[in-house]
């Protein structure tokens, strides 16, 4: 049953930098046919992974973002009744009014269902909606079909996503939840990996450069009492700017200085303790 | 195959369920586990579902394919000594590193996790030395700071390494920083304190109800109807009592100082007050506890749906607890002992909690803290003990 599948197996994305150890864990949920619950702080790359998956197994990508406000049924269709209501007064559309499924459209997890190929679904920040929210989308997607009441039809999946899950939580999710996916926390990369994805991201980037940025990079992630360290994506936008500035030169920053520091701190309250924590230790 | 494994991690306290096990069983049929690094990566990613666990799993993963030992309780101990040489060290650094024969300014360079690394790693060599050498995990170098002189935020990443063996990456212990024993963070706070809300309609009407709008319109045979309904929102009424004042609180400081600021952000209607101990005739709107006295009695007016939450140890004499005019405080005379003023508070106020720092175990060997926690139901200041306090909180009656 899963001779389709045991060709496919992922080895990266041409964007991303891929730890062996989560290729192992993605392979072994593709599967088990579980789904995968990532987490991990911000800027680790836990939604550039769903991206990655779907690029290099050759799978469409759906993302369902989740909001505190959703409902399972959002996700899964929706029953347009206002539509209705409109047509069966005014009478001016092409569609039946007395066939209501002309008006269910699916939602993110019904389209990755109904999808004539296999597809990845990515579920992203399902810590924002409620628990009863996520046991329930849980048991949809462990049965892998669900009802639309309002026209008594069971919408079975032509093919089993791979699913990508994401939390930023720090707190735990529920513990059927938990049972039933398999789980991997990613950690922030160190200096080695990330100098590999500043190679991804900027080719042809002066080593010298490289080495000092990051050096500075994970200086300032170790400032006490920031809130919100630099992550990977602060760090991409920063090379970025260094870069499109011609008067900067790399020496600047063995010196200790930080230029561009908005880049890498968004919060002003961080962005004052760091630049204070740079000016003090200047030389 | 490997059921010990599973029992072992069982019995460590890591939540495995047979579950899981059995899926696990089911990747090995699959032949998806060719090594054991791909054991290691497949066990932990299918049986251990959070990154606090991940370094327990790594500690029986080591004792179990290699005989690493355990930690045995003995570890907490030294983690007190070692606590007990950090605070020694902050009052006399000089006179600590000549008896620990090291650098002052060696010790000096190093982060206050560092230093506490490294005054276990000392601690550990001298109980070894008494004891004859038992076995520890030996990854920790003889340097100040060892193996752990990785930055503190982040952690390593062992899949670089292809040659080193699981085994190894296991005894790396790189999820350390991940463990429960972590103190909470002001994140950490916010998500027990985020369920601790009260939605009640206000404002103008400018929500469609669609429920009761189709309803309507259905009533009036499709003549469309809009229902429209004021919006909810967050009315919580919280009232926040600290214990500021004698020593006993003093090691606490922080971590309440962390949930006082927090609770300011998230409640709108949110009165702080202060007490010394425990509550006689008033609490203080200023930390100090002077300008602004707030009689207890007022208190009784205040709406029965307002949250008490009561932070303190709870930890006295029992007469300051027990006897009318119990008070330390020559100033504060009262004709009630604070047991009947505590009283009183508890049955005016249904949604009220008593959060402890002190750790749980500890209660039950303080009189003060069993004769309060009649009054109040008392929970831990952590995670765990916040998340159960909130939703005591919560409860409708």
């Known amino acids: ?283 | 195959m490997f059921v010990d494994f599973f029992y072992k991690l069982r019995e460590r306290g890591i939540p495995v369920t047979p579950t899981s096990f059995l899926r696990l069983q089911k990747a090995l049929r699959l032949g998806l586990v060719n090594s054991l690094e791909d054991f290691y990566i497949a066990a932990r990613s299918i049986l251990v579902k959070s990154e606090r666990y991940f370094d327990l799993y790594d500690q029986v993963f080591a004792y179990y394919f290699r005989g690493a030992e355990l930690p045995d309780p003995e570890g907490l101990e030294l983690k007190e000594a070692a606590k007990m040489l950090l605070e020694e060290w902050l009052r006399d650094p000089q006179g600590l590193a000549r008896a620990l024969g090291a650098g002052e300014e060696e010790l000096a360079r190093l982060t206050p996790q560092q230093l506490m690394e490294y005054f276990l790693q000392r601690i550990k060599e001298q109980t070894e030395a008494h004891h004859g050498g038992s076995k520890w995990i030996g990854t920790r170098g003889t340097s100040p700071v060892g193996h752990s002189g990785h930055h503190p935020g982040g952690m390593r990443v062992g899949g670089r390494s292809q040659s080193q063996s699981a085994v190894k990456v296991a005894l790396d212990r790189r999820y350390r920083d991940y463990s429960q024993e972590k103190p909470l963070t002001h994140a950490q706070m916010g998500e027990a304190l985020k369920r601790l809300r009260y939605m009640i309609p206000v404002g103008p009407k400018d929500r469609v109800n669609v429920d009761k709008t189709i309803y309507e319109t259905m009533r009036q045979g499709g003549e469309i109807e809009i229902v429209l309904d004021r919006r909810l929102k967050d009315r919580l009424k919280v009232v926040l009592m600290i214990d500021n004042g004698g020593w006993s609180m003093d090691p606490y400081v922080e971590v309440v100082q962390l949930l006082f600021n927090y609770a300011r952000d998230q409640f709108k209607d949110l009165k702080t007050y202060f007490f010394h101990n425990t509550i006689y005739d008033y609490v203080w709107e200023d930390p100090p506890r002077i300008r602004k006295p707030h009689r207890i009695d007022e208190f009784f007016r205040f709406d029965p749906e307002t949250r008490l939450i009561i932070v303190g140890d709870a930890s006295m004499a029992p007469y300051e607890l027990m006897a009318a005019d119990g008070s330390i405080h020559i100033e504060e005379r009262s004709l009630h002992t604070s047991l009947d003023r505590l009283h009183l508070l508890a049955k005016v106020f249904r949604h009220a909690a008593w959060i402890n720092p002190r750790f749980e175990h500890e209660w039950n060997y303080v009189r003060t803290i069993q004769s309060i926690r009649q009054l109040f139901p008392m929970f831990e200041l952590t995670l765990d003990g916040l998340d159960k306090a909130v939703r005591h909180l919560m409860k409708s009656n």
């Open chain 1, 1 to 283: 049953m899963n001779s389709q599948l045991q060709n496919q197996r992922f080895t990266g994305g041409s964007k991303y930098v891929l730890d062996p150890e989560l290729a192992k864990i993605v392979n072994i949920s593709i599967e088990l046919e579980l789904p995968l619950l990532l987490k991990g702080e911000p800027g680790t790359g836990k939604t550039m992974l769903a991206h990655a998956i779907a690029e290099a197994l050759n799978m469409p990508l759906i993302v369902l973002n989740v909001k505190s406000s959703m409902k399972l049924v959002d996700a899964l269709y929706q029953y347009d009744t206002l539509t209705r209501l409109n047509d069966s007064r005014f009478g001016d559309s092409q569609r039946d009014v007395s066939n209501i499924e002309e008006y269910i459209k699916m939602g993110k997890i019904g389209q990755a269902f109904a999808s004539d190929w296999r597809v990845v679904l990515l579920i992203d920040e399902i810590d924002k909606a409620d628990t009863d929210f996520q046991d329930d989308m849980l048991d949809v997607l462990d049965q892998m079909h669900f009802d639309i009441i309002e026209i008594d039809k069971t919408i079975k999946a032509k093919n089993r996503p791979v699913i990508i899950i994401t939390s930023n939580a720090k707190k735990d999710l529920s513990d059927p939840f938990l049972g039933r996916c398999n789980f991997h926390h990613i950690a922030f990369p160190t200096p080695e990996i990330m100098r590999e994805i500043v190679g991804v991201h900027f080719p042809q980037l002066d080593r010298d450069l490289a080495k000092a940025c990051l050096e500075t990079f994970y200086r300032l992630r170790e400032i006490p009492g920031v809130e919100k360290k630099p992550a990977t994506r602060e760090l991409i936008n920063w090379i970025r700017a260094l870069r499109s500035d011609p008067d900067f030169q790399s020496g600047r920053l063995s010196k200790g200085e930080v230029p561009y520091l908005g880049v890498l701190f968004k919060k002003s309250s961080d962005f004052v303790t760091a630049a204070q924590h740079i000016a003090r230790f200047r030389h």
